[in-house]
């Protein structure tokens, strides 16, 4: 029996002792078998989520091979600590998410020959949250249909002859005239559940290998990954990024999405989103995505092509804003390509629809607010001190502060930094408290009061030194300002990674690095947290 064939059949035992187990109620079933399965020697190990911490140690076991993405995909892990069982089934209908397993319904096949084949799936966030998921799929010409069928996971294999069928649209790609692009919205969900999914077209009988995804959870805490600049133009730096992005998954294994701060890719070529999500397509079609649009992504609507959005703006062409609840976190993706007088790089409109959103939120109850965007007003590396990323220092950031904003992630600068709480453009003083998290010793910021910076760096193969240029009283906003300098002894080609775990009224933050080459390798460069106790 080959390798991969072996890892399946172990991924079914565990389905079946699952069920048998959740039948019974012999919870201990599980526990008691999962530690005597060992992972095989390949580059696509499969890692059990039977036993995952919110957020992990300062060690771990690192991934044999980051070629493949890995099974244990950010939606492996329920938010539900009891729910391993169901996380443990999800890890294992991933694993064996090959073409030759996928079941397929069986509605009478089409007499026309068809060479369409689904690929570039994307899921993202629409609408609700706790009841929605969208999703985006890219075919041939051939097929005219976007049908997502979508089934609750308590059988495995799924029985797709009881899904819920959702029709959506298709239109002709902006940036591939030979593709349509097809779209379509799943509603109506129970919060904090797990769903087989798959996309396609029904009157061809052709459907995507087999994928998850999970609703968000009412008020649970929950962790989730944040990268930026993922930008790459050819296969090996789109290597890159399937790796780094399943090295993530691997550390923070119950993250429920994953944030990208913009330039998804490196220009608008149809060509490079074939490569990045080629590569990385289980990633893609089993973890939902928040991206912001960056300078990078401009261009023939490539970028709202490519995710389903609820997008505010009616002109989508250079990119999209839009907001996400998720449990007691509200989201603010907002787009750095546009421009006016009063706002920098937005237009008055988006930052009308910005403060509104985050007044309407702050009225709703939500604990944290999140802003996330491309071009952030306050970094350390060649961008920081450019004119256009100083206006929305100037005019846009003391907005945050006023509206109450936590956080802002920001990309565009490819160097890790975190600043200090700011306030009308001064550092605020902090009140700190130390406690121990998941094994790590983490000073929390107390009620801080102003709003914190953060850039994760890269995710991609383009890199940046520090900015040399920068005053000292100007550092001295930050509290993590260390990115590498021309002739320095820090490594250059590092990609960085970060996982954040909202619970209650605290966040907390552990950020990784990884150098280009030894992506298995990551190791922690920062780590923080935000207390809120008022």
Not at 67 to 83: F, K, L, M, V
Not at 386 to 410: C, H, M
């Amino acid at each position: 029996m080959d390798k991969y064939n072996c890892r399946k059949a172990v991924a079914f035992f565990i389905v079946l002792v699952l069920l048998l187990s959740m039948t019974c109620g012999c919870s201990n079933l599980v526990a008691a078998i999962t530690p005597t399965i060992e992972p095989m020697a390949s580059s696509t190990t499969t890692y059990a989520a039977t036993d995952v911490s919110p957020l992990p140690t300062a060690s771990h076991t690192p991934l044999e091979d980051a070629g493949p993405p890995s099974t244990t995909d950010s939606e492996a892990t329920t938010a539900s600590g009891s729910d391993a069982g169901l996380a443990t089934e999800v890890s294992a209908v991933r694993s064996s998410s090959k073409p030759s397993s996928v079941p397929k319904s069986t509605p009478k096949k089409s007499s026309t020959a068809s060479t369409a084949e689904i690929r570039k799936i994307t899921v993202t966030f629409y609408g609700d949250a706790k009841s929605s998921k969208g999703f985006t799929w890219y075919t041939d010409l051939s097929s005219k249909n976007s049908d997502l069928q979508v089934v609750e996971i308590s059988t495995s294999p799924p029985d797709f002859s009881t899904a819920t069928t959702f029709t959506g649209t298709e239109y002709i790609s902006h940036n591939s005239s030979n593709e349509y692009v097809h779209k379509a919205v799943a509603a109506g969900l129970k919060s904090n559940t797990a769903y087989y999914y798959r996309v396609g077209d029904t009157s061809l009988n052709m459907w995507s290998n087999l994928a998850v995804f999970i609703t968000a959870p009412e008020s649970e805490p929950f962790t989730f990954i944040d990268i930026s600049d993922t930008q790459m133009a050819n296969q090996a730096g789109a290597k890159v990024v399937s790796g780094i992005m399943s090295e993530a998954l691997h550390i923070f294994g119950d993250a429920r999405f994953i944030i990208n701060n913009g330039d998804v890719i490196d220009s608008k070529a149809e060509s490079q989103y074939n490569l990045l999500l080629g590569n990385a397509q289980s990633i893609f079609s089993n973890t939902t995505f928040m991206s912001a649009p960056g300078n990078h992504d401009i261009g023939n609507s490539c970028f709202i092509d490519h995710f389903n959005l609820a997008a505010r703006n009616a002109n989508t062409s250079t990119g999209a804003y839009y907001s996400v609840d998720y449990s007691n976190a509200h989201f603010v993706v907002l787009n750095t390509n546009e421009s006016s007088s009063e706002y920098a790089e937005f237009s008055k409109a988006q930052i009308d629809w910005m403060k509104a959103d985050i007044r309407a939120a702050k009225k709703a109850g939500a604990t944290w607010i999140i802003v996330v965007m491309h071009m952030g007003p306050y970094s350390t590396a060649e961008h920081s001190l450019t004119a256009n990323v100083i206006a929305t220092r100037e005019k846009v950031a003391p907005l945050f502060s006023e509206l109450g904003v936590d956080l802002v992630l920001q990309g565009h600068d490819h160097v890790y930094a975190r600043s200090k709480p700011i306030s009308g453009g001064t550092a605020q003083p902090e009140t700190r408290k130390t406690e121990n998290y998941s094994g790590n010793s983490i000073d929390y910021i107390v009620n801080p009061e102003g709003t914190i910076y953060i850039t994760p760096g890269t995710a991609g193969v383009k890199y940046y030194y520090q900015n040399s240029s920068l005053s000292q009283d100007y550092l001295n906003l930050f509290d993590s300002a260390n990115g590498p300098t021309k002739g320095g002894a820090a490594s250059l080609k590092e990609e960085t990674f970060i996982g954040f775990r909202i619970d209650g009224n605290k966040l907390t933050e552990i950020a990784y690095q990884a150098e280009k080459d030894n992506l298995q390798n990551a190791h922690i460069i920062d780590q923080f947290g935000i207390l809120k106790d008022k």
